[in-house]
């Protein structure tokens, strides 16, 4: 069977799972109970200590599946449309669960859920955007042209996020001070960095075990060449 | 712009071509000497039009390399464009214009002379969607014709013609051939074509048989 | 290039019809979003730009989906792809004239806002332009999506499904405009506006002609 790449290091990715998971039990362990509550919001801000490091590595993935979108389009190494294809769905999860940090900051701080916070509206977009293109490739059969059409929509989606920022930054400007949550002191910052880089490996870990998936499933869909030693049976 | 043939219009070796799981051209070689008339014969779903496609740059090879018209297949796909022409199973007409207008999607020029030859000459500014079959396949074949090309793929060129029609096909093919125009045919009219072919070849599920 | 955009008229003159249907979409969208809101003159001319700028959304999506619509009987985007001329001609020839068409249609459009909402305003060119730059930010993107949705099965939901988050940009800085305009600009900000307009097009018809090759080709 033909080899989608994706496959070097086996048991990488359960190492930084695991070791993923057992930074994030540190840092929200941390977070939760051993660092002092706010000045002005108390307990409530402590949900920073996850929604600042997911909205890091959810920067991160964006730029991934950018990188991997472009280097596709290049090489038309179809391994690199399966790290794509993993980069979207995790991206999207990230996105999916900042969203939802931010609800439930907001219902407590605003008394509505959600408060067009121009940061937040952006991942929401780009959110949207990203299943879009998920969904995209459910309707195409052919593995290159959907690779193909994949980066060229990740791209596109992509060189968009800036743009989207700064609009419904401006779009909300007229209405609203900031309201998102960002200040962080000093005294922070060690559970923030170790759940930064928990989520880092938890991310990275997962986006290369669904690598590994797209690339088995392209195998699969991609039968191999015919065997040249047939055809000099044929030709005798 | 200076056009010199070279000796081979093709030269291609291990052509291969899958679609999803099946393959559907299995390590096609073939050298086509300028000026020649190749019939490509065989049954339905053996591989013709996908070998006539893939040197026309339709679409890629997943397998082989080739030159066609001196170009290589890969990496100078718009060059090997520019020196080939491809009568396909669609037509690649424009329901809503005209045939003049068709045809002047290709070039402005030498229009009403090609619609001339292949006896359209008359409905050149009705547009295509009046059209009977046949009369769809001689535009087709005039949209050929207007590209000037240096290699031309058929692809059962005969079909819904009248034997006016097939006179007509027959008339251009020796007309290309004469001037040095490399022609490749995948037809099952075999004895007529087999009297003007240079060279022949029988395909069966993607891999050549008789060459 | 103008050959191709040549073409493009012409094709799209003969099918003209097609047109007058998709204002009436537009024209009814607007209706139903009064229905919607309800008979408030006040709110109604509050939220002018926006239904608008939506119905135009919307139509934007039927004459999008339509504009591939002769290239994909008897595989006309093939017989293109395959002749001695640059792609990318195609791809501006068509959005151009996707262009124009949305423009004409937003531009039919503002009579009738005008008309149900008491959305009225001696600036009816500022208003003009502003559906020309925002229409030019629906159609470049919208027509790369439009060529790929073409040959795919359930393109008619994939191709809002695609666009419609793209384009947030144009659509907030197009109604944001449009409301200055008709509501009056305390703050002079509509220049401002107008720029992140100009420049979200500038960026995506660049882009988006970019890209195009590789979308067609197999």
């Known amino acids: 069977m033909q080899d989608f790449g994706n496959n070097r290091f ?7 799972i695991g070791l993923g998971a057992l930074c994030y039990l540190f840092g929200s362990f941390w977070g939760l109970f051993i660092a002092p509550p706010e000045r002005f919001m108390g307990d409530l801000q402590r949900i920073m200590y996850v929604h600042v490091p997911t909205a890091w590595n959810w920067m991160l993935a964006v730029l991934f599946c950018f990188a991997a979108a ?12 399966a790290r794509l294809d993993a980069g979207l769905e995790v991206g999207s999860l990230l996105a999916f669960m900042l969203c939802v940090q931010g609800s439930i900051w907001a219902k407590p701080t605003w008394g509505v859920w959600w408060d067009w916070d121009p940061r937040l509206t952006s991942v929401a977009v780009l959110l949207f955007a990203f299943l879009g293109i998920i969904a995209l490739r459910r309707f195409v059969d052919d593995p290159r042209k959907r690779a193909i059409w994949s980066s060229v929509a990740t791209i596109i989606a992509s060189v968009d996020l800036p743009i989207v920022y700064m609009s419904v930054k401006w779009w909300n400007s007229l209405h609203q001070t900031q309201s998102s949550p960002d200040t962080v002191s000093s005294a922070f910052h060690i559970p923030l960095r170790v759940n930064a880089f928990a989520i880092l490996f938890l991310m990275t870990g997962f986006i290369m075990l669904r690598a590994r998936i797209a690339s088995l ?12 030693a047939e055809r000099a049976g044929e030709m005798a | 712009m200076l ?13 291969s071509r899958r679609y999803g799981r099946r393959w559907a051209l299995i390590d096609v070689s073939l050298r086509v000497p300028a000026g020649s008339v190749v019939m490509i014969a065989g049954r339905n779903g053996s591989g013709k039009s996908t070998l006539l496609r893939v040197l026309a740059t339709a679409i890629r090879p997943d397998l082989g390399r080739a030159k066609v018209a001196g170009f290589d297949l890969l990496s100078h796909r718009q060059d090997v464009r520019n020196a080939t022409a491809l009568l396909s199973h669609d037509s690649y007409l424009y329901e809503a214009l005209t045939a003049r207008e068709n045809l002047e999607i290709v070039r402005r020029e030498n229009v009403m002379s090609i619609l001339q030859r292949v006896s359209l000459a008359d409905r050149a500014d009705d547009p295509v969607s009046t059209f009977s079959a046949g009369m769809r396949k001689r535009l087709s074949f005039a949209r050929v014709l207007m590209q000037d090309p ?15 029609g097939a006179a007509m096909v027959d008339e251009v093919v020796r007309d290309l051939k004469s001037r040095g125009v490399a022609v490749l045919m995948a037809t099952h009219q075999l004895e007529r074509v087999g009297r003007i072919a240079d060279q022949s070849l029988t395909l069966e599920m993607g891999r050549v048989v008789r060459p | 290039m103008i050959a191709a955009l040549r073409k493009e008229i012409l094709i799209q003159w003969r099918t003209r019809g097609q047109v007058i249907a998709v204002f ?5 969208s607007l209706l139903l979003f009064s229905f919607g809101v309800g008979p408030n003159a006040e709110v109604l001319r509050q939220f002018s730009a926006g239904f608008l700028w939506l119905a135009l959304l919307l139509s934007s999506t039927l004459t999008l989906a339509e504009s591939f619509h002769a290239e994909m009987e008897n595989r006309a985007l093939e017989g293109l792809l395959l002749l001695p001329t640059d792609p990318r001609a195609l791809y501006y020839g068509k959005a151009v004239a996707n262009w124009l068409q949305l423009s004409i249609l937003g531009t039919a459009l503002i009579p009738v806002m005008v008309v149900l909402y008491d959305a009225g305003t001696e600036r009816v060119l500022a208003l003009i332009g502003i559906v020309v730059l925002g229409t030019a930010g629906l159609s470049a993107p919208g027509t790369l999506y439009a060529a790929m949705t073409a040959q795919v099965r359930s393109k008619q939901t994939l191709l809002p499904l695609l666009l419609f988050p793209l384009i947030v940009p144009a659509l907030l800085s197009s109604v944001k405009a449009t409301s200055l305009v008709i509501l009056g600009d305390p703050m002079e900000s509509l220049r401002s506006w107008i720029l992140l307009l100009v420049a979200f097009d500038a960026i995506y018809w660049a882009l988006c002609g970019l890209l195009y090759e590789r979308v067609v080709e197999d």
Not at chain 1, 217 to 228: D, G, K, Q, S
């Open chain 1, 10 to 16: 086996p048991r990488l990715p359960y190492v930084l």
């Open chain 1, 70 to 81: 472009i280097v596709f389009l290049f090489t038309n190494d179809l391994k690199w449309d």
């Open chain 1, 217 to 228: 499933r392209l195998a699969n869909e991609v039968a191999p060449p015919p065997m040249i």
């Open chain 2, 3 to 15: 056009r010199c043939m070279p000796e081979l219009a093709i030269d291609a070796e291990g052509l």
């Open chain 2, 150 to 164: 240096k290699v031309v793929f058929l692809d059962e060129p005969y079909g819904q013609l009248d034997p006016d």
């Open chain 3, 24 to 28: 009436i979409f537009g024209a009814t």
